[in-house]
């Protein structure tokens, strides 16, 4: 059990990647209120995201809503941890009511890397070769320039994909780099990619800090840790992913750029053989409101009927 009188408990999955993500937290809290470490407390929780992972089951159809993060967010609900800490991608767009964002740190690379043991890019790849991957975003993506490669389920944490593709389980795959940075593995990508080919998923790269939206002392309490860019960059692509909300077979990419107070946000929507595809970009200083223009915009480029159309 942990102590009642602890300066904050956050709440965290249980991931290599998620710890290293919830002490950083724990970290930049300490040093911003002079407090020691140990008065911080971290509560892990698994998720459903991670106990369901059946190779054949790609994220969206075990639903996108909040399946790492539900029991979190339970939890912070209910008062036993104050902070959930997040991949803001993982973070449905509809939060739990009574939930809030309220911090992002400062964004890591938003880029995918690629990974192979045999081919120093995708275009090496030999033809029909496996690609792992259970993200329709990367499968559509990597199918729009190679249509023969063979999608093969690639669930697990990092380091579980990290020795799949060593055991031969895909000839590659794509990871985060910011995840692979986190974990001092950004050494194993064998070639970085474009994000303007491949763009990354809506909210990559951000780790993610929830509190109760009514509690007003974790508010002040996480405020020091807020990175104003990369929060104006999130809540843009969240807004955009928002609209385009109506299914999570939807695969999605998102890239914003910022000079000065001005966003640029590039947004893409293709089905998930990645042969048709539709790009938007709009600049603006509201967040908010650029990400619900470019969304609107992908919708309607798409028609009303694209889901059905191409996403069955
Ligand atoms: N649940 C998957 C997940 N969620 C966040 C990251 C990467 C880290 C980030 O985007 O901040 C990953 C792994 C990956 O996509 O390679």
Request: proline content about 4%; aromatic content about 4%; charged content about 25%.
């Amino acid at each position: 059990m942990q102590s009642p009188n602890l300066f904050a408990r956050i709440g965290t999955r249980g991931s290599p990647l998620a710890l290293a993500q919830a002490k950083l937290v724990r970290e930049r809290l300490a040093a911003a209120h002079g407090v020691g470490e140990e008065a911080i407390g971290i509560e892990v929780f698994s998720t459903g995201g991670d106990r369901s992972q059946t190779e054949n089951t790609t994220l969206s159809d075990i639903g996108g809503k909040g399946v790492f993060t539900k029991e979190i967010d339970e939890a912070l609900l209910s008062g036993r941890i104050d902070i959930g800490v997040h991949s803001s991608k993982d973070v449905a767009t509809g939060l739990a009511p009574g939930m809030e964002l309220a911090a992002f740190l400062e964004r890591e690379d938003v880029r995918d890397a690629f990974l192979s043991v045999s081919a120093r890019g995708i275009d090496f790849l030999p033809e029909g070769a496996r690609f792992g991957t259970s993200s329709i975003r990367r499968a559509a993506q990597a199918r729009r320039l190679r249509p023969d490669l063979r999608i093969v389920p690639f669930r697990g944490n990092v380091h579980t994909r990290l020795q799949k593709l060593l055991d031969g389980v895909a000839d590659a795959t794509l990871l985060a780099l910011a995840g692979l940075n986190r974990l001092g593995e950004a050494h194993r990508a064998t070639a970085i990619l474009d994000p303007e080919d491949f763009m990354p998923a809506p909210a990559q790269g951000a780790i993610g800090i929830a509190i109760r939206a009514d509690d007003r002392h974790f508010a002040e309490i996480v405020a020091p840790l807020d990175h104003a860019p990369t929060h104006a960059a999130i809540a843009a692509e969240r807004a955009m992913l928002a609209v385009l909300d109506g299914s999570c077979r939807t695969p999605v990419g998102a890239l914003t750029s910022r000079a000065g107070d001005l966003l640029t946000l590039k947004g893409e929507i293709l089905s998930l053989d990645g042969q048709v595809s539709f790009r938007a970009e709009a600049s603006g200083s509201d967040p908010r409101s650029l990400g619900q223009k470019v969304g609107s915009d992908l919708l309607a480029q798409a028609g009303p009927d694209w889901l059905s159309r191409w996403n069955a």
